[in-house]
């Protein structure tokens, strides 16, 4: 070495030396701490290359805009190779040969899922940006990071689309791995949430090839459901479409969803959208704003220079997960700066050194690196960076239809809003709507309208369809044999009503009936047994009358009914017409009879009361007052009352009280008139719990579900008849239950109205006596032809064709009333029919009595205000009455009648000479004063002039009479 280099190194160490004296003067604040973390991603992969540009720029942008920083985060990148293995090795070198504080990493769940465990072991963080599946969350751990959403939200937008279209039916298509796997469970859930069935389940290996890929189109391709969800990752996807495509299966009438694991890289394969279009996505949806905008065109730049030989690579949400992970670690990093990271031996280490999985040291303040962690937000480039339970928290999805050259967006699914939303907006509600709520969509096969999501296969089969075979009631289901040419003919009501409803379905749907039968023709089993043959797939569906049962439910689909529901019971009927001499009675009901009874005697008493003051009609002796007042009051009853009312309060109450009779008179009248005349069909028994109580025998259909429900309701076996024709129930109930016969039959309401339309001038049908669904069409267990089925069923309903095909075969006899319409009700009337009446007659008569009391009182005032001792008090209230019971002497009507009688005596006994004008002078004693009349009652006899004592003592009222008066009545004034 010469002198001038060893010059050279001389000097260069000097200056080394008076840098590290300078950087320690500075007590440490130009000291950067280097801080180890490890990034595990595929690097063979083109997505993790990407995913290594973003985390490296990200790292980059972080220290130039946060100089300040003590700490300096330094990557430590290894390849995963695409395997759990792979994953695993990297990160346990990571951790024990390199002594990382944290892990970025690995890309998918499965390796997630054991490195995980790695992290939780050495206390180093694991911080993920692309493992979604929801399985993950159950690891529970404290150090385990996931910066990406939860699948378990992504399959709930997915559902929501579902459910917005009214899709019934859903086969997912996934990826046989962990991957597809982990995702599936939670789809299925959220499917079932919405009323939508997976019904098949198909499961493809990555490394599949492309014919076991068409064989397994093929076979959903020969299914009916034809809404299909993807999930996969893109290279085996694009196979699937591409095959879908070539054997038919992107034409009109299919639906295709993908989940994010596609819509995120929809833009990288442009090369394969052409056999992709018309399908619906879920991508992860990024706020497009201008800082994304120039770092996306950065990135392009900075990643063709670094990798030159991949073309065609687009930035996803994940990648942009990962340039914002960096972030959170790296500020997590220097919350915890002044902390010494280093590692320890664990103190429970296994002495056994067969292995290095026991053997890496403990990061010493992990955990206080996984709790700053925990609390990092910021406004990241992905949109807000906010952590929940150390992940990442829910944000809004948007829905894309791949159409022409690539996607385009349709609508949007967020957590706040719970379904599938047009637009974004914080005014967005959990209120559904009709579908749809999404922009206008292009369907597979360039298709505008919603596909129904369902088809019959197209290899020509058709819906096998059960009936039931039975020897009764044919009406409903017929099987006729054709010897001849050994075919089956159906028909029936059911029948008929199956075939409507298939006329008006929207779709061709192709079926054949095949009876459930034996060889020789004779019922195969029960009903249960013909219901349960749809559960076996025996049949596709069933067609008849099978009623809706809740132990038939648990194993078969039923759609609505098309008949009446319940259980009735049929009796005979009897002319009830009353022969008795105490007909007359029956019209009105007891308590009306005893209400009009004592209205009468009210009436009477107010009209008494208004009236004996004033009409003489009223007055004389006490029975001949209560007479009168009676006998008035009941002749009102047939408008025969000769006694006059004078008062305008009496008039008033007669006004309302004669209305009233009016009213039950002429209904009385009408009763009657039934009851005499007309025929009186009434059920010789109209209760369940008297034909238990007298222990009658009652029938029902053998082979029926009604044996068990009337043994459940009391009766015994031996009191309980099967019969199986209408012709034998006819026998049966009019022999009665005491002649061997029955006392009722017990049935569904089809049956019976089948059978009162027959018989209707013989039996009547009473209740429902327990309720029931009726008949419906059976189907299995979430067919989408249920929903369709009950659509079709209500419209028939709604435009009576199913009525009219009801009264084509439930012929009835001639002047038979419809048995439904029918109610059985007592003939007499009740008291609620006039109650009204009554209450308007007592108010009015109340009021009256009151008007008339205010009027008696306050003219008598000063009776009452005379006095204030007890004994006069009492003595007051005898004058009160003793005036109340006496007449009304200044009343119009006695003054009228004293003037008429006095003209008519003075002329005939010329007694008085008459002015021209009949106008004479009254006599004083006409013009009494109260107070005269007040002093007579008050105890004091009367006194004659000379002070002797009168024989009588006659009260001054009785003596106020005018002269002519006591000229034409020479007797009182004796």
Not at 199 to 210: C, N, Q, V, Y
Request: proline share 4%; glycine share 6%; aromatic share 10%.
């Amino acid at each position: 070495m010469s002198s001038m280099e060893n010059q050279k190194w001389s000097i260069l160490l000097l200056f080394s030396w008076i840098f590290m004296v300078t950087a320690m003067g500075g007590e440490g604040r130009t000291t950067l701490i280097p801080v180890n973390v490890g990034v595990i991603v595929d690097l063979d992969e083109s997505a993790g290359k990407m995913y290594l540009s973003c985390i490296e720029m990200a790292l980059s942008d972080f220290y130039a805009s946060n100089a300040h920083y003590k700490t300096r985060v330094v990557l430590n990148t290894r390849n995963s190779n695409g395997n759990v293995v792979g994953a695993a090795a990297a990160a346990l070198d990571l951790i024990k040969n390199v002594e990382v504080k944290a892990i970025l990493g690995p890309v998918s769940s499965m390796q997630a899922s054991f490195v995980v465990n790695l992290g939780e072991q050495a206390h180093v963080p694991i911080i993920t940006f692309s493992a979604t599946s929801p399985s993950l969350t159950s690891l529970q751990s404290p150090y385990f990071f996931r910066f990406a959403q939860n699948d378990l939200n992504q399959v709930k937008a997915i559902s929501a689309i579902v459910q917005n279209f009214g899709w019934r039916q859903v086969v997912p298509i996934y990826v046989d791995d962990m991957y597809g796997e982990g995702v599936i469970p939670f789809l299925i859930d959220a499917l079932q949430e919405v009323d939508a069935h997976v019904p098949h389940r198909s499961a493809i290996h990555e490394l599949a090839s492309d014919d076991e890929i068409e064989k397994e189109l093929y076979k959903l391709m020969m299914m009916q459901t034809r809404v299909f969800i993807v999930h996969m990752k893109p290279a085996l996807s694009s196979r699937l479409f591409a095959k879908a495509k070539e054997i038919g299966m992107m034409e009109e009438g299919f639906v295709w969803i993908t989940t994010n694991s596609i819509g995120n890289n929809i833009k990288s394969m442009v090369s394969d959208l052409n056999s992709m279009q018309g399908l619906l996505g879920v991508e992860s949806y990024i706020p497009r704003t201008t800082k994304l905008s120039k770092f996306i065109s950065r990135w392009k730049r900075q990643f063709q220079q670094d990798n030159p030989k991949n073309i065609d690579v687009q930035l996803d949400a994940f990648g942009l997960r990962a340039y914002d992970a960096v972030f959170a670690v790296a500020m997590a990093i220097e919350k915890v700066a002044g902390l010494r990271f280093i590692f320890q031996k664990r103190i429970n280490a296994s002495s056994f050194k067969s292995t290095d999985l026991d053997t890496f040291e403990v990061s010493h303040h992990g955990s206080k690196l996984a709790r700053a962690l925990s609390i990092t937000s910021f406004k990241g480039m992905a949109g807000n960076f906010n952590l929940v339970d150390k992940q990442l928290n829910v944000s809004a999805f948007r829905i894309i239809n791949v159409n022409g050259d690539g996607p385009r967006t349709v609508g949007y699914w967020t957590p706040e809003a719970g379904r599938v939303v047009k637009r974004l907006s914080s005014r967005s509600s959990r209120i559904s709507t009709p579908f749809c709520d999404l922009r206008p969509i292009i369907w597979p096969g360039e298709s505008l309208s919603v596909p129904k999501g369902w088809d019959i296969p197209a290899n020509g089969t058709k819906l096998r369809i059960g009936v039931p075979v039975k020897d009764g009631f044919l009406e409903f289901v017929r099987v006729i044999r054709n010897a001849s040419n050994n075919t089956v003919d159906v028909i029936g009501f059911s029948i008929d009503v199956f075939k409507a409803v298939v006329d008006i379905l929207p779709y061709s749907l192709p079926y054949e009936l095949i009876p459930f039968a034996k060889a020789n023709g004779s019922s195969a089993g029960t009903y249960n047994d013909l219901v349960y043959q749809v559960h076996t797939g025996f049949f596709d569906a069933v067609v008849g009358d099978a009623t809706i049962r809740a132990d038939r439910s648990l194993y078969a689909g039923f759609t609505m009914p098309y008949t009446e529901s319940g259980v009735v019971m049929v009796v005979p009927v009897q002319d009830k017409r009353t022969k008795s001499a105490w007909v007359f009675l029956k019209p009105l009901t007891w308590d009306l009879w005893m209400t009009t009874l004592g209205f009468f005697i009210f009436i009477g008493f107010v009209i008494w009361v208004l009236e004996h003051r004033v009409n003489d009609d009223f007055r004389g002796s006490p029975s001949n007052q209560i007479g009168t007042s009676f006998w008035f009051s009941f002749s009102t009853m047939v408008f025969s009352q000769r006694e006059k009312v004078v008062s305008n309060l009496a008039r008033f109450v007669m006004i309302i009280w004669i209305f009233v009779v009016l009213i039950v008179t002429q209904s009385y009248t009408a009763s009657l008139a039934s009851l005499l005349t007309i025929q009186q069909l009434q059920p010789t028994v109209t209760d369940i719990y008297d034909l238990l109580r007298n222990g009658e025998t009652v029938g029902y259909m053998t082979s029926s579900y009604i044996h068990k429900i009337l043994i459940d309701k009391g009766f015994h076996a031996d009191k309980l008849k099967g019969y199986e024709y209408m012709e034998e129930i006819d026998v049966a109930l009019s022999k009665g239950s005491g002649n061997g016969g029955i006392a009722a039959m017990f049935h569904e309401t089809p049956y019976m109205k089948l059978f009162i339309a027959k018989y209707c001038s013989k039996y009547t049908m009473i209740g429902p006596i327990f309720r029931t669904d009726g008949f419906a069409f059976v189907f299995p267990k979430g067919s989408p032809l249920i929903p369709d089925v009950s659509q079709a069923i209500l419209r028939l309903t709604e435009e009576e064709t199913i009525t009219k095909l009801e009264d084509k075969w439930i012929r009835k006899e001639n002047n038979c009333k419809d048995p439904g319409t029918e109610k059985l009700h007592s003939s007499s009337l009740g008291l609620e029919s006039f109650w009204i009446l009554f209450l308007i007659a007592g108010i009015a008569s109340i009021l009256a009595l009151l008007i008339f009391a205010a009027s008696f009182l306050h003219k008598h005032k000063q009776v009452l205000m005379s006095s204030d001792s007890i004994d006069s008090k009492w003595k007051r209230t005898k004058t009160i009455f003793k005036i109340f019971d006496d007449k009304e002497v200044g009343s119009h009507t006695f003054k009228s009648s004293r003037h008429n009688e006095a003209r008519i005596t003075g002329a005939a006994d010329h007694d008085v000479i008459a002015s021209p004008n009949n106008n004479w002078p009254e006599s004083p004693f006409s013009y009494t004063n109260q107070t005269d009349a007040t002093s007579s009652f008050c105890g004091d006899q009367e006194t004659s002039s000379h002070g002797q004592a009168s024989p009588e003592i006659v009260p001054t009222v009785e003596l106020a009479f005018t002269d002519q008066e006591m000229q034409a009545t020479p007797h009182i004034a004796q």
